[in-house]
């Protein structure tokens, strides 16, 4: 069975979202010895993550040094990110792995996801980014053509587009790997956007792709059975933060349309996933499944979290 583990870019923090090398490097092991465990069992693991954290911190250095160096470019910052959780995440789990006995080698892969250069999203961003700050010091980064909008009270916001991911670029690239017997991570941020030129070629863009979409579309460039999204709660819940709250197990796509329709999931928070999910299985996934990191092997069975199933 070859699983498509997504981890939160949370994931990648301490308990209280401190995102310092330390914090990194300890939040990583914990991840990877459930994917060991996994991989000990002959699960094929594909492993992508979220990078929000990650790329905040590079923003603010960007904010702090604009008026010595130009910014660098979001989708710079993507692959930085990706480059540097790959070779965190890499070095835990061949630790995870040798400390259970289990001989697998690992690999990351930077990885371009397409997108069109006509998505609306560019035309008004709307997905706010990194932290807030007064108005003089957004001006700067106005100057260097970065959009920010005024927030009110707490200052200047950036804003960037967030288009669909179409094409995972590389996913040759990480099923061969795969195919080798490696255990890959890819795809890290839900990959680094690119658009394609008139003349063929390929050009990175300022935009953040939705992580959990762009893990279900690697999910199925890699042939992957089942797709599991690691968050911080063990389900998707009904009702969430009120005494009626009800944890949703085993559902079928439409009925978990259904309740997204009805307006049960934050489009922030759990709305992603459950999209993702649901994509997912609509196109021939056996299932997916929703559920905290530390249930992770039983995810990948079906038997814990929202498990989502065809039809």
């Given at each position: 069975m070859?699983?498509?583990?997504a981890?939160?870019?949370?994931?990648?923090?301490?308990?209280?979202?401190?995102?310092?090398?330390?914090d990194?490097?300890?939040?990583?092991a914990?991840?990877?010895?459930?994917?060991?465990?996994l991989?000990?069992?002959?699960?094929e693991?594909v492993?992508?993550?979220?990078?929000?954290?990650?790329?905040?911190?590079l923003?603010?250095?960007n904010e702090l040094?604009a008026a010595?160096v130009?910014?660098?470019?979001?989708?710079?910052?993507g692959a930085?990110?990706?480059a540097?959780?790959?070779?965190i995440?890499?070095?835990?789990?061949?630790?995870?792995?040798?400390e259970?006995?289990?001989?697998?080698?690992?690999?990351?892969?930077?990885?371009?996801?397409?997108?069109?250069?006509a998505?609306p999203?560019?035309?008004?961003?709307?997905?706010p980014i990194?932290?807030?700050?007064?108005?003089?010091?957004?001006?700067?980064?106005?100057?260097?053509g970065e959009?920010?909008?005024d927030?009110?009270?707490?200052?200047?916001r950036?804003?960037?587009?967030s288009?669909?991911?179409?094409?995972i670029?590389d996913a040759?690239?990480?099923t061969?790997?795969?195919?080798?017997?490696?255990?890959?991570?890819?795809?890290?941020g839900?990959?680094i956007?690119?658009?394609?030129?008139?003349?063929?070629?390929?050009?990175?863009?300022?935009?953040?792709?939705?992580?959990?979409?762009?893990?279900?579309?690697?999910?199925?460039a890699?042939?992957?059975?089942?797709l599991?999204?690691?968050?911080?709660?063990?389900?998707?819940?009904l009702?969430?933060?009120?005494?009626?709250?009800?944890?949703v197990e085993?559902?079928s796509v439409?009925?978990?349309?259904?309740?997204?329709?009805?307006?049960?999931?934050?489009?922030g928070?759990m709305?992603?996933k459950?999209?993702a999910?649901c994509?997912?299985?609509?196109?021939?996934?056996?299932?997916?499944?929703?559920?905290?990191?530390d249930?992770?092997?039983?995810?990948?069975a079906?038997?814990r979290?929202?498990?989502?199933?065809?039809?």
């Amino acid at each position: 069975m070859r699983v498509l583990l997504a981890l939160g870019g949370n994931a990648m923090t301490s308990r209280d979202g401190h995102a310092g090398p330390e914090d990194q490097i300890a939040a990583a092991a914990v991840a990877m010895a459930a994917v060991a465990e996994l991989v000990c069992q002959d699960v094929e693991v594909v492993v992508t993550h979220g990078n929000g954290p990650q790329v905040g911190n590079l923003l603010v250095k960007n904010e702090l040094a604009a008026a010595v160096v130009p910014p660098v470019p979001l989708d710079w910052c993507g692959a930085q990110t990706q480059a540097t959780l790959g070779f965190i995440l890499m070095n835990a789990l061949d630790a995870a792995l040798a400390e259970r006995g289990c001989e697998r080698r690992t690999a990351t892969v930077v990885t371009r996801t397409l997108v069109d250069s006509a998505d609306p999203g560019f035309t008004r961003p709307t997905k706010p980014i990194g932290r807030f700050l007064p108005a003089e010091e957004a001006a700067l980064l106005v100057e260097h053509g970065e959009t920010w909008e005024d927030r009110g009270e707490k200052g200047w916001r950036r804003v960037v587009a967030s288009p669909e991911p179409l094409e995972i670029v590389d996913a040759l690239a990480a099923t061969t790997l795969i195919d080798g017997g490696f255990v890959v991570v890819a795809n890290g941020g839900g990959g680094i956007p690119v658009v394609r030129r008139d003349d063929g070629t390929l050009a990175g863009v300022e935009a953040v792709i939705d992580k959990d979409l762009g893990a279900a579309l690697l999910a199925r460039a890699v042939h992957a059975d089942v797709l599991v999204i690691a968050t911080d709660v063990p389900n998707a819940v009904l009702h969430y933060g009120t005494p009626d709250a009800v944890p949703v197990e085993r559902v079928s796509v439409h009925g978990l349309r259904s309740l997204a329709s009805a307006g049960h999931f934050a489009s922030g928070s759990m709305g992603p996933k459950v999209d993702a999910a649901c994509r997912f299985v609509e196109k021939g996934g056996r299932y997916a499944v929703i559920t905290s990191l530390d249930r992770i092997t039983e995810a990948a069975a079906g038997a814990r979290g929202t498990v989502v199933v065809p039809e």
